[in-house]
């Protein structure tokens, strides 16, 4: 069965950095796209970024492009997220999700939530 | 960039039809996608492409999709249901969009 752990979350300053994984199992990593969403306390799901299956394109929110980059280790079948010049804004559970048709998320992790706080 | 409006809360008596709408420009011509999401829980995905059930989720939920609306319907609502429901869709410009989200009591 598909699995997808999170891990790396925790409190930073802000301004700081923060590297988030997610271990994939049970599918075809390689043949995949990933996304990371967010859920700040309290609210909504925002999407974050997006990796297609090969790694050719990579897409970003605009309140994260040019802070955040999305990466994937095949060898490791992990997604990453560096998360770089944090802002209080950024404090939300962190989830890795699976693609399906490049359009919706079908299965996603348990999250890992990122405080960011002086 | 491209919006999706759902009503923060809907309420429906245990065993009776829950619809919860979402609301965008024209998204008739769009595909919507739904989650469930319980307190403390990561997201489940219950309707893809509009009106289809992913393996394990109740005949009881369908979707539907036309001109400026797309309606997730609970039949039979049962105190499980209770959770927050979001729909998403992909859109050119705005990418992978999701609604603020409906909270869902039985009552």
């Known amino acids: 069965q598909v699995q997808l752990v999170e891990s790396g979350g925790g409190v930073v300053q802000p301004g700081g950095s923060l590297r988030l994984s997610c271990a994939a199992s049970g599918f075809t990593f390689s043949s995949y796209g990933m996304y990371w969403v967010r859920q700040a306390p309290g609210k909504g799901l925002e999407w974050v970024a997006f990796i297609r299956y090969d790694g050719s394109n990579k897409y970003y929110a605009d309140s994260v492009k040019g802070r955040f980059t999305i990466s994937r280790d095949y060898s490791k079948n992990t997604l990453y997220l560096q998360m770089n010049s944090l802002r209080a804004e950024d404090t939300a559970v962190y989830y890795c999700a699976k693609e399906r048709g490049g359009m919706y998320f079908d299965y996603w992790g348990q999250g890992t939530l990122v405080t960011v706080s002086s | 960039s491209y919006e999706l409006t759902q009503p923060l809360s809907v309420s429906v008596a245990l065993g009776q039809t829950a619809r919860i709408t979402c609301g965008g420009n024209?998204?008739?011509?769009?595909?919507v996608h739904w989650y469930q999401q319980k307190p403390g829980q990561a997201p489940v995905l219950v309707i893809y492409?509009?009106?289809n059930r992913p393996s394990g989720i109740p005949e009881r939920f369908s979707g539907s999709n036309s001109g400026n609306t797309a309606t997730l319907t609970i039949s039979r609502a049962q105190a499980g249901d209770e959770a927050d429901y979001y729909c998403q869709v992909w859109d050119t410009s705005t990418n992978w969009v999701f609604g603020g989200g409906t909270k869902l009591t039985v009552l």
């Open positions: 492409r509009d009106s």
């Open positions: 024209n998204i008739g011509s769009k595909i």
